[in-house]
């Protein structure tokens, strides 16, 4: 190797594309070094150095192409071996749809930031469809730093847009009963089924699709919650990775027990999608149209009309239920919400029920309490059904009886503000008080003090400016022999107090200082 090296040392190619100098002369000879060293221990590859050399050939080694991103791509979704299939297919669809079309075949060292940046901006997206476009890219960028391949992620410095999180819209009780009632006479069993347990335990369809009678406790009345169906594939974990055991209420308890005469015998899926028209034949059905056919199909008891129930299928994804679901808002008359919702319902009517965020969280398959107080926090503080305002009312109006007297003068409990501080903006420029303040403000040019005389107006109750005692009196010299604001404010600021209904919520210790 060290002899072919010495006998292609003159061809061209074999320089280092620096400009001369002492450093660049000492970083060529540690680079030199490096490369007799690894010469000398058999492990040097001349690819590694001078990957465009063309004399690569007399050396036996294969010509190697730089490496692109749709190379680094492909490698990147075959290492996603621990995400869920339908995340993968997200993944290859953003890829194939944003990013391959223009990157696929530059090589990935050569792919700067406004690469990036154009390739991005050409593909029309909302901010939600912007930011998951990101993801993917700066994964792959992020696999070909770790291999060594580029030193930088160009697309790290891409800022997400700013998406406006939906909130929750929640169904209310009597919406919750019409649609429940709805579903019970139009639409098969099996469906009403279905939404009375959605609302009544808040599992994620996704969750709810795969429950099993197997994991049903029938002693004491909880559905284990160990796995989730997305896009007909069935996932042994849920969207938490966490098992849980969600208790059910008489209202669930009563759907899963009438949903045993359809599906408990093939002790497999507990909810499955019912039989449609084209599932069977009966001859005394044409001419009828969808609606009829259904109540007509619905309303049979046979033994025959049993057998055909339960051909019905176990749901394949978590969105087949929506033209059941549809219908039955559109015959009832209510605002359109997504099936989704009523996980959302049943979390916001546990809460305002009272029952304790931490289990409300536990039920709903949370990682922790943080996401239930965020996104549920309008619910929480209204689950107290007003005994927090109750505690403030109290305490802000329950200080003093309805007419007290205090110095000889009658307050009332609850003085009215606006008329107090209408007639003191009326006496304001009158008052000796003020007087002095004007006094003050004209001889001292430091109008950021306290004792700063707009700081009272329209604050000040009348009865205390008009009082002699205060108004009147003297203000002391205090050691630099300057006379303050500070003693007219501090008190009026004391009368105020004494006379107010918070006397009592203020402290002695407060009113002294004062």
């Keep these: 190797m060290a002899r072919a090296l010495r ?34 221990y058999g492990t040097f590859k001349p690819a590694d150095y001078f990957p465009e050399y063309a004399g690569l050939t007399l050396l036996g080694v294969a010509y190697q192409a730089p490496r692109t991103f749709g190379y680094y791509a492909v490698l990147w979704l075959a290492s996603l071996t621990d995400l869920a299939p339908a995340t993968r297919q997200d993944y290859r669809k953003i890829l194939d749809r944003v990013w391959l079309p223009a990157l696929a075949d530059r090589p990935i060292s050569e792919i700067r930031y406004i690469d990036v940046v154009t390739a991005f901006t050409a593909v029309k997206a909302g901010g939600k469809t912007r930011n998951n476009n990101l993801v993917p890219v700066r994964q792959v960028f992020a696999f070909a730093t770790k291999d060594g391949a580029i030193d930088v992620n160009p697309a790290a410095k891409i800022e997400n847009a700013k998406v406006q999180k939906p909130r ?64 007909s594939i069935d996932k042994a974990c849920t969207k938490t990775h966490e098992i849980r055991d969600v208790d059910l209420n008489e209202a669930a308890w009563a759907a899963i ?11 497999g899926a507990i909810f499955h999608r019912p039989p449609v028209a084209r599932d069977w034949q009966d001859g005394t059905t044409p001419g009828m149209n969808g609606a009829k056919r259904r109540a007509a199909y619905y309303a049979r008891t046979d033994v025959a009309h049993r057998a055909i129930a339960h051909m019905s299928q176990p749901w394949k994804d978590e969105k087949a239920q929506h033209q059941y679901w549809d219908r039955c808002l559109r015959r009832a008359k209510i605002r359109y919400r997504v099936p989704y919702q009523c996980r959302h319902t049943y979390a916001t009517q546990a809460l305002m029920l009272g029952a304790s965020p931490l289990y409300v969280s536990a039920q709903l398959g949370h990682a922790n309490t943080q996401m239930l107080h965020r996104v549920y926090s309008k619910w929480i503080n209204g689950a107290d059904m007003g005994r927090e ?21 009658t307050v009332s409990s609850t003085p009215d503000l ?67 604001a500070r003693f007219q404010i501090a008190e009026a600021m004391s009368v105020f107090l004494k006379s107010s209904p918070l006397k009592r919520s203020v402290s002695p210790a407060v009113l002294a200082s004062a």
């Design 168 to 231: 929750p819209d929640p169904f209310s009780a009597v919406e919750i009963a019409t649609i429940l009632a709805d579903l019970a006479k139009h639409e098969h069993p099996q469906i009403a089924n279905y939404f009375t347990v959605a609302f009544n335990c808040g599992l994620r369809p996704s969750e709810q699709i795969a429950l099993r009678w197997s994991d049903i406790d029938f002693n004491l009345r909880t559905v284990r919650v160990q796995r989730a169906r997305v896009r």
């Design 389 to 409: 305002r109750a505690k403030l009312n109290v305490g802000f109006t329950g200080g003093l009886a309805a007419d007290e007297t205090i110095s000889g003068k």
């Design 418 to 484: 606006p008329a107090i501080c209408q007639q003191t903006d009326e006496i304001y420029e009158k008052s000796e008080l003020n007087q002095q303040l004007a006094w003050r403000r004209e001889r001292d040019s430091n109008t950021t003090r306290p004792g700063y005389a707009p700081a009272l107006r329209g604050k000040v109750p009348y009865e205390t400016l008009s009082n002699p005692a205060i108004c009147h009196k003297k203000p002391p010299q205090d050691d630099s022999g300057q006379t303050g």
């Design 7 to 40: 006998q292609i040392s003159w061809l061209p190619g074999l320089w280092l594309d620096l400009e001369w100098n002492e450093r660049n002369r000492r970083a060529a000879l540690r680079l030199v070094e490096e490369i007799r060293a690894k010469i000398h």
């Design 257 to 267: 027990m009438s949903q045993r005469e359809y599906t408990q015998l093939p002790n």
